[in-house]
């Protein structure tokens, strides 16, 4: 039987399987590959027809990752590392795809892979202690373990404008691409939000298209990407120091390997601090935000590094008008961080126009394009690069259920509760890799999805060793985790502006801030010592 054909039908009475992993990106790709090295059988389920997870899905012009390649990469094979060849400094979504299906043939995984095939359940069978994980072709596959590595930003958010049914031309979600090429020559074209997504597409849309309208809610802050090929005597240097570099980065806030600046900016003679700002401008990328360590912990010391950058937005935007309303008023780095290639300077393309929605929001999608402040702006394509429904949409839309029939969007109804957004309590067996309540998406993805995926794999193998089938939460132990988490993030800047991280970008969604905020390595020891605890506040049977 094919692999890519349903090697997972059959319907309940499959006790062979120990493990159910949902989802083939990074993070499912080397569960799987871990959990196969320690003889455990484990299956994925693949909604798309191929791994990359993320970089299946974002395929816009422009996507590409804003963690330097060298860094955005497994580190858990030596030679996989080193036989890899990035070509740039930041790697468009193209060569990121490419690597994950290397990294795929290069360890087989494609054989326990099944694609096409979307969970839309998972219950928990308490009779049989096992996971009965349904797909939407109807077929059930029951295992003891259940890994959700269905990613953070895997759920696109389309809002409901009105008559959104009613246009005529092409429309594309920034995180729904198609596979083909999308050729926006000599048509017109809106894009809707300028988040990280549009203010990668929009410089490429706008060199193709007769004539870009951008709707802004909200303008925001990117700095240049400065990328350019690698150089291979760069590239060599890292190989040869790759362990070095890794561990370094393991000791920083994000796992990147960043200079981090342990000085306040409040404490630096104005001319220092632009001086600092400059070098970390000129050399691009998001260790701008690393230049002082109050950045993000005082308003004050947040607005030099904002004043900074709208200095930059002015130099870069000819019309002071149009700079103004492109130039973000809010705390920098609240929202994350963009960095760009050539975004403010595409505005000053006379093909390109800017709609400030802020005051005045989007009133509807017409049979001919978009209509806001009284206006029809009639295009051939709209752009939604509307963001996603962040690290609980994905989950939340598979009907989950733990002991008892406890629904997890019942649980989750006042916003996630998680022991270290690894696993939850009324959820025996159940684990979720770079879940709410852990660092992900404020750290570079790679090495935090490692660490998880090499935490519950230990886990597997404690209860192995032992005889144990069942793992879960205590119900305290998780209450003491999401207070930490809440109280962490209330200390910092990032808890005061309508981020996807607070959820505040869906209708409806409860404002908690998701990420855990101490930091990589803080994080980590925590997870290591409740393993050397025996898994303390866990309860195993
Ligand atoms: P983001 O960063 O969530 O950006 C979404 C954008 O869409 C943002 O500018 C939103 O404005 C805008 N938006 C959302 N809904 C609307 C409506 N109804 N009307 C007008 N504008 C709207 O998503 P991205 O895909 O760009 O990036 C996600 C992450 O991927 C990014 O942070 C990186 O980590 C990679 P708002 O700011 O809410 O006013």
Redesign the pocket.
């Not at 809707?192 to 203010?199: K, R």
């Not at 709707?215 to 909200?218: E, I, L, N």
């Not at 690069?385 to 996603?388: D, E, L, Q, R, V």
């Given at each position: 039987m094919n692999a890519q054909t349903n090697v997972g039908q059959q319907d309940g009475h499959d006790d062979i399987l120990d493990v159910v992993i949902v989802g083939a990106g990074f993070a499912g790709m080397y569960m799987l590959h871990r959990l196969r090295g320690l003889g455990f059988k484990a299956r994925v389920f693949e909604a798309g027809s191929g791994v990359g997870g993320t970089w299946y899905w974002n395929r816009y012009p422009g996507a590409r990752c804003?963690v330097e390649s060298v860094q955005y990469s497994y580190q858990f094979d030596d030679a996989l590392q080193q036989e890899w060849e990035w070509s740039e400094r930041y790697a468009a979504q193209p060569e990121i795809l490419r690597y994950a299906n290397h990294v795929a043939d290069r360890f087989d995984l494609r054989r326990d892979m099944q694609f096409n095939t979307r969970v839309i359940s998972a219950v928990f069978d308490e009779g049989r202690g096992r996971w009965v994980i349904e797909t939407r072709d109807g077929a059930r596959t029951t295992a003891r373990f259940c890994i959700m590595a269905t990613g953070c930003?895997s759920s696109p958010?389309l809002?409901k404008?009105e008559g959104m049914a009613s246009f005529k031309g092409d429309h594309y979600h920034?995180?729904h691409w198609p596979h083909e090429d999308v050729d926006f020559a000599g048509k017109r074209v809106a894009v809707?939000?300028?988040?990280?997504?549009?203010?990668q597409s929009i410089p490429i849309i706008a060199g193709q298209a007769k004539r870009l309208y951008v709707?802004?809610?909200?303008p925001?802050y990117a700095v240049p990407a400065h990328n350019a090929p690698l150089d291979p005597a760069y590239v060599k240097e890292v190989k040869a120091n790759y362990p070095v570099m890794r561990a370094r980065a393991k000791q920083t806030m994000t796992g990147i390997d960043f200079d981090y600046s342990d000085v306040k900016a409040l404490e630096t003679p104005p001319a220092a601090r632009t001086a600092e700002f400059e070098k970390r401008w000129q050399r691009g990328g998001l260790s701008f935000l690393g230049a002082f360590q109050d950045l993000m912990m005082s308003e004050e010391a947040n607005g030099t590094a904002a004043d900074f950058v709208r200095g930059k937005i002015r130099e870069k935007v000819e019309d002071p008008k149009l700079a103004e309303l492109l130039a973000p008023k809010n705390t920098i780095g609240c929202?994350?961080l963009?960095i760009d290639i050539g975004y403010y300077e595409t505005f000053n393309r006379p093909n390109v126009e800017l709609i400030d929605?802020?005051e005045d929001?989007?009133e509807a999608i017409t049979e001919k394009g978009v209509r806001a402040k009284g206006q029809e702006y009639e295009v051939d394509v709209i752009v939604f690069?509307?963001?996603?429904d962040?690290m609980t949409g994905a989950l939340l839309k598979i009907d989950i259920r733990g002991r008892d029939g406890l629904q997890l969007q019942q649980k989750w109804s006042e916003g996630p509760r998680t022991y270290l957004g690894i696993a939850m309590a009324g959820f025996p067996n159940l684990f979720s890799i770079t879940g709410p309540g852990s660092p992900s998406?404020l750290t570079n993805m790679l090495p935090t999805i490692e660490q998880h995926v090499d935490w519950i794999a230990g886990v597997l193998e404690h209860m192995r060793e032992r005889g144990l089938t069942a793992i879960e939460p205590e119900a305290r132990a998780e209450e003491d985790w999401v207070g930490h988490v809440g109280e962490l993030a209330g200390r910092t800047l990032r808890y005061t502006c309508?981020s996807?991280y607070l959820g505040?970008?869906i209708p409806g969604k409860p404002r908690v801030f998701m990420p855990y905020i101490g930091g990589f390595p803080r994080y980590v020891e925590r997870c290591s010592e409740i393993a050397d605890k025996g898994y303390e506040g866990f309860s195993l049977s």
């Open positions: 804003d930003l958010n809002p404008f920034t995180g809707i939000g300028t988040g990280s997504s549009a203010v709707f802004q809610r909200t925001n929202k994350r963009c929605v802020s929001p989007v690069a509307t963001g996603f962040a998406v309508s996807w505040v970008n």
